[in-house]
């Protein structure tokens, strides 16, 4: 086996975090203490407002933005502080486990002094045969099963506003996403997803952003199947497609994959073998018929008429009119017969080497 690193950026978007200090509002509500501008950065200016992202999987996070002030990082249960940053605010090397991650803005931040977050880079090491491909399902895929009360729509997603209503996907992978829309004009979205059994209540940080990661969890055990479930909770849920990085790879109708499947080369490769032991086979049958045949013809050699009778009545056969001569032939014969066996048995030996 060898290590194989997937790197996931999951944006400022995605209902995974939540902003505070209030959570499960939206993120530019002035509960939460944090802003939306126009290019989907997130960023306050509120001491105390805080960023976490309570259950991931992974060896490494980091965090990308900018920071004009102080804040503390506390992953599990270590905290540390961080001052003035760009671009690359914060990173930390962990243990392959499920950790739970949080920010808090120190007391010196102001409308001068703000910290901007733009997205989370989530890295995990497994040690596979072989990297995993990413399928992606759409919401019309025959490999998920939906409840009633579901809406195909022609973009290729799917919506209900039945509470209640749910989707359920079974697959064999390392890592899962759910994508859609974060909220409608008239709800933001309030959700559920069951990860074999595990479940996590989800509520959108915004409303109107038409794609984001709506869920997305890594280090699944690749050699068992898992079973994901989402479940509406509130007036409008719209899925467009479920992504599984999947480590035994088939492709249903609806589904796409990152890289063509090398199953022809495989089925070539048992082929061939197999055909050239059939041709062996019948190499072989043909040379012991053609012996039995010539051996048969010698065999069934026949004298008539006035010799054979003299030869009946010496030999005390019953036979009046014929009798048969046994093993009378040729030395030519004889010897063609053995060169035959020889020929028919080297030619054996080629097609046994060949396979």
């Known amino acids: 086996m060898s290590e ?18 209030a959570i499960g509002v939206a993120a530019n509500s002035a509960q939460s203490g944090w802003q939306v ?34 804040f503390n ?3 599990d249960t270590e905290t540390t ?48 045969d072989q990297p995993p491909q990413e399928v992606t399902y759409d919401a019309q895929s025959e490999a998920l099963v939906f409840s009633q009360d579901w809406t195909m729509l022609p973009n290729g997603s799917a919506e209900t506003n039945l509470i209640g209503a749910s989707v359920t996907l079974n697959f064999t992978g390392v890592a899962v996403l759910i994508a859609g ?15 074999d059994g595990l479940v996590t209540f989800l509520a959108n940080n915004t409303v109107g952003i038409s794609d984001t990661q709506l869920y997305y969890q890594g280090g699944l055990d690749p050699t068992q199947q898992h079973t994901l479930a989402i479940v509406n909770s509130d007036a409008w849920f719209t899925l467009e497609s479920i992504t599984v990085w999947q480590t035994e790879v088939s492709t249903p109708s609806g589904a796409t994959t990152a890289s063509p499947s090398k199953g022809h080369s495989n089925i070539v490769k048992i082929v061939v073998p197999i055909v050239a032991v059939v041709a062996a086979l019948l190499v072989l049958l043909a040379a012991l018929w053609m012996r039995k045949r010539r051996t048969r013809r010698h065999r069934q050699s026949v004298l008539s008429g006035p010799f054979a009778r003299r030869l009946a009545r010496s030999f005390g056969s019953g036979k009046g009119d014929a009798v048969v001569l046994d093993d009378i032939q040729p030395k030519a014969d004889v010897k063609n017969l053995e060169s035959g066996r020889i020929e028919a048995g080297a030619a054996m030996a080629g097609v046994e080497s060949k396979a």
Do not use: W
């Not at 997130?42 to 920071?67: I, K, M, Q, R, W």
């Not at 003035?84 to 002094?113: K, R, Y």
């Not at 829309?181 to 990860?195: D, H, K, R, W």
């Open 4 to 21: 194989v690193v997937l790197n996931y950026t999951l944006l400022n978007s995605s209902p995974m975090f939540n902003y505070g200090p």
């Open 37 to 70: 501008d126009t290019s989907s950065v997130f960023f306050t200016s509120d001491p105390g407002s805080n960023l976490s992202l309570p259950l991931f999987y992974g060896n490494v996070l980091s965090l990308y933005g900018s920071a004009g002030c102080t």
């Open 73 to 75: 990082v506390t992953v």
């Open 81 to 128: 502080s961080h001052s003035l940053a760009s671009s690359l605010i914060f990173q930390e090397s962990l243990e392959s486990d499920f950790h739970n991650f949080s920010l808090t803005v120190g007391p010196d931040a102001s409308s001068n002094s703000e910290l901007l977050f733009d997205y989370a880079v989530i890295t995990s090491t497994y040690s596979l």
């Open 181 to 195: 829309p974060s909220g409608t004009e008239t709800s933001s979205g309030i959700f559920a997803v069951y990860l």
